[in-house]
């Protein structure tokens, strides 16, 4: 052991026993404890990203023919969603829409990404047609009605819809009904829009090359990360999405999907259409209170080893 004499000589003659300074080493050290807390003090105030899956709670299907009028058919219960044109020249869009109060996602939180998924389920002609479905927001609210019911649990025979009844979306309306005065067209400034109201910019799109029923087909992009963003700070703006093929007037280039209606009744919701979501909450702001205090608290304490230091 050292003497005390020996433990003497290695201070600093210009300080003696007694004072309050603290040697380098537990400096650094507190410095050292510092970063590590203020690291954790920021860690408290930043989320992590939460993730969240919903089924659809509305879809439908609307006809049109090849010269762009209503056939009169529609599918609101139908089991199937339909784009592209069959074999006879008419053409098929399809709406679907995501309850958001269902995610339960915070109020202000920030919308990082989204995925629609697609079940697919049947193919015009067999063979398939390369193409691609477009995905649109749609500018106006439009009803599901209930053509179709009772959901048949397959596809094929479905997909020219049925006869449309009162609260079914068409291709002319996106609420019809037999009384014009309560029917409500698909309209934007007293414009008729025969095969649906929606934004004039696609907000995600998907090619397709290989058809195989059963394959699972996704839509994502920032924009609809946008629209997401949008439908949960503004409830009313909630649409949803129009999907549409690039080949509408090709033969057969038909394209099946499972609705949610048709996933129920053949027994698979896992079939039905499906948003995923990621999402940043914001943090509360007794989060930021103990961030500020704590960064407070480092300042003094930083401030005081100073003034030891001289």
């Not at 449309?164 to 037999?178: K, P, Q």
């Not at 994502?220 to 999907?243: C, I, R, T, Y």
């Not at 394209?255 to 009744?265: R, T």
């Amino acid at each position: 052991m050292f003497s005390k004499t020996a433990i003497a000589s290695v201070r600093s003659p210009s300080v003696t026993a007694g004072s309050n300074f603290r040697p380098v080493g537990d400096t650094l050290r507190f410095l050292r404890h510092g970063t590590i807390m203020l690291s954790l003090m920021t860690g408290a105030a930043s989320v992590h990203a939460d993730t969240v899956s919903i089924n659809a709670f509305k879809d439908a299907t609307i006809f049109g023919t090849s010269d762009g009028a209503d056939t009169g058919n529609a599918s609101g219960m139908g089991p199937g969603l339909f784009t592209g044109t069959d074999g006879q020249l008419n053409d098929k869009r399809s709406l679907v829409q995501f309850d958001l109060a269902a995610a339960n996602i915070p109020a202000g939180s920030q919308i990082d990404n989204v995925t629609m998924s697609l079940s697919l389920g049947l193919v015009g002609g067999g063979a398939g047609v390369p193409q691609t479905v477009q995905l649109f927001d749609i500018a106006q609210t439009w009803s599901e009605g209930s053509s179709g019911s009772p959901t048949s649990s397959s596809l094929p025979g479905s997909g020219q819809g049925y006869p449309r009844g009162n609260g079914d979306s068409t291709w002319d309306y996106a609420n019809y009904n037999s009384d014009p005065a309560s029917a409500i067209k698909w309209q934007n400034g007293g414009s008729d829009l025969p095969g649906g109201n929606f934004s004039p910019i696609e907000s995600a799109s998907a090619a397709f090359t290989t058809f195989t029923p059963g394959s699972v087909h996704t839509w994502s992009s920032a924009a609809m990360a946008a629209d997401v963003q949008d439908w949960l700070d503004n409830p009313s703006q909630n649409n949803g999405w129009l999907l549409k093929s690039d080949e509408e007037g090709v033969r057969q280039s038909l394209l099946g999907f499972w609705s949610q209606d048709g996933a129920m009744a053949a027994g698979d919701t896992a079939l039905a259409p499906k948003l995923e979501i990621i999402y940043s909450p914001i943090p509360e702001p007794e989060t930021y209170a103990m961030l500020f205090a704590g960064l407070g608290l480092l300042g003094w304490r930083m401030h005081r080893v100073k003034s030891e230091l001289g």
